[in-house]
């Protein structure tokens, strides 16, 4: 049962944009960037949502690894193809504006594909792939980001948490959408956990001498100090699959730097050799697929949806109430918050309040008084 105090849609939008907009970012990349991070929060992934507003955007842009003004430079275009570099501007209004590019490529092409470097944390994969759904496409795309996962059989993080996300266009209320990180947990998640007060779960953390920890601050500290590090999708070793986990993850570190020939790896932490900060310069990539090109559009709605109810019908384990999709329970989570508006924790909620005191804006919020 939900107990925190819930904002209304409206409200913290407007709200956000104001503060963007006070710290230097254009209204309507502004507008861009809250709606990046509201649809975090209505699909029910608060690790990404106003949970990271300020903490990851607004500071970084006080402690200058991220710019408030971005510039989007188009270096290489070809009729399907493009590369930006993003000047180390907002990550989010890159990709809005690369995908939207490569949206009209696919309606005359059938496919297109763009990366970015120089760029800075861009959200929600899910939200640039959903762009692709809505157009009645199929959106794939992924991101490097500071390292902090280990390969298989090493305890020094190397590659970012990587998501590797898909969404497709099916005949029912809500795409299959697979957005998740090629590690088991992602840093934001741990963040999540730190600022709720509660530990991350023993086993996703590996330490230096191969043992495991759960103290949230704790990791996160030690995780930007290089001695432990995330583990990928299956887990320690061999025997769980953690090699496949391993093998996505490097797929995308891949993909995300060698298609624009950007920096990789321990290039992107953030921090010089001295401790000092320093641009984080990531690289995205995007891949755009219309079904018009092959049997078409409804054909795949259809055949999609069929797969899709098909699982969902499939017999369940003893006591397991139903079977989900990719995509379906972020579905519910906008069903049942729509009407409501944004849960917000009482760390976020005095985030808020210094926020709106500190650049004297006129917004009164339910959680005061």
Same mark, same amino acid.
């Given at each position: 049962?939900? $107990?925190?105090?819930?904002?209304?849609?409206?409200?913290?939008?407007?709200?956000?944009?104001?503060? +963007?907009?006070?710290?230097?970012?254009?209204?309507?990349?502004? !507008?861009?960037?809250?709606? !990046?991070?509201?649809?975090?929060?209505?699909?029910?992934?608060?690790?990404?949502?106003?949970?990271?507003?300020?903490?990851?955007?607004?500071?970084?842009?006080?402690?200058?690894? *991220?710019?408030?003004?971005?510039?989007?430079?188009?270096?290489?275009?070809?009729? $399907?193809?493009?590369?930006?570099?993003?000047?180390?501007?907002?990550?989010?209004?890159?990709?809005? @504006?690369?995908?939207?590019?490569?949206?009209?490529?696919?309606?005359?092409?059938?496919?297109?594909?763009?990366?970015?470097? =120089?760029?800075?944390?861009?959200?929600?994969?899910?939200?640039?792939?959903?762009?692709?759904?809505?157009?009645?496409?199929?959106?794939?795309?992924? $991101?490097?980001? @500071?390292?902090?996962?280990?390969?298989? +059989?090493?305890? #020094?993080?190397?590659?970012?948490? =990587?998501?590797?996300?898909?969404?497709?266009?099916?005949?029912?209320?809500?795409?299959?959408?697979?957005?998740?990180?090629?590690?088991?947990?992602?840093?934001?998640?741990?963040?999540?956990? #730190?600022?709720?007060?509660?530990?991350?779960?023993?086993?996703?953390?590996?330490?230096?001498?191969?043992?495991?920890?759960?103290?949230?601050?704790?990791?996160?500290?030690?995780? %930007?100090?290089? =001695?432990?590090?995330?583990?990928?999708?299956?887990? *320690?070793?061999?025997?769980?699959?953690?090699?496949?986990?391993?093998?996505?993850?490097?797929?995308?570190?891949?993909?995300?730097?060698?298609?624009?020939?950007?920096?990789?790896?321990?290039?992107?932490?953030?921090?010089?050799?001295?401790?000092?900060?320093?641009? +984080?310069?990531?690289?995205?990539?995007?891949? !755009?697929? =219309?079904?018009?090109?092959?049997?078409? *559009?409804?054909?795949? @709605?259809?055949?999609?949806?069929?797969?899709?109810?098909?699982?969902?019908?499939?017999?369940?384990?003893?006591?397991?109430?139903? &079977?989900?999709?990719?995509?379906?329970?972020?579905?519910?989570?906008?069903?049942? %918050?729509?009407?409501?508006?944004?849960?917000?924790?009482?760390? &976020?909620?005095?985030?808020?309040?210094?926020?709106?005191? @500190?650049?004297?804006?006129?917004?009164? +919020?339910?959680?005061?008084?």
């Amino acid at each position: 049962m939900e $107990t925190r105090p819930y904002v209304a849609w409206e409200l913290v939008n407007s709200f956000m944009i104001d503060v +963007f907009e006070r710290y230097g970012v254009p209204h309507d990349d502004a !507008v861009i960037c809250a709606d !990046v991070l509201l649809e975090s929060d209505r699909r029910g992934i608060e690790s990404h949502g106003c949970n990271r507003f300020k903490p990851i955007y607004l500071d970084r842009i006080e402690n200058g690894t *991220l710019l408030p003004v971005t510039k989007l430079d188009v270096v290489k275009e070809t009729p $399907t193809t493009v590369v930006m570099d993003a000047n180390n501007g907002m990550g989010m209004v890159a990709s809005y @504006r690369m995908m939207e590019k490569l949206i009209e490529k696919a309606k005359v092409y059938g496919m297109a594909g763009g990366a970015v470097y =120089n760029s800075t944390h861009y959200g929600i994969a899910g939200y640039w792939t959903t762009m692709a759904s809505m157009a009645g496409m199929i959106g794939v795309s992924g $991101t490097n980001a @500071r390292p902090s996962v280990a390969p298989t +059989f090493g305890v #020094e993080p190397m590659m970012g948490t =990587n998501p590797f996300t898909f969404t497709m266009p099916t005949d029912e209320e809500f795409p299959f959408n697979f957005d998740c990180a090629t590690s088991i947990v992602q840093n934001g998640k741990i963040e999540y956990y #730190e600022r709720s007060g509660k530990p991350t779960p023993a086993g996703l953390v590996v330490t230096r001498d191969g043992g495991t920890m759960t103290d949230s601050g704790k990791i996160l500290k030690e995780m %930007r100090a290089g =001695n432990c590090a995330l583990l990928p999708i299956g887990g *320690l070793g061999e025997e769980t699959g953690g090699y496949k986990g391993y093998g996505f993850t490097t797929i995308v570190e891949i993909l995300s730097a060698a298609l624009a020939g950007g920096p990789y790896m321990k290039e992107l932490s953030g921090k010089n050799p001295d401790g000092t900060n320093k641009l +984080f310069r990531l690289g995205h990539f995007f891949f !755009v697929i =219309n079904p018009e090109f092959f049997m078409g *559009l409804d054909t795949f @709605r259809q055949t999609a949806g069929g797969i899709l109810r098909g699982l969902r019908a499939a017999e369940k384990a003893p006591g397991a109430e139903r &079977i989900y999709t990719a995509g379906e329970k972020e579905y519910l989570a906008w069903q049942d %918050r729509k009407d409501k508006g944004v849960p917000v924790g009482e760390s &976020i909620q005095k985030e808020f309040i210094a926020l709106r005191d @500190r650049f004297n804006l006129p917004y009164k +919020f339910p959680f005061e008084g």
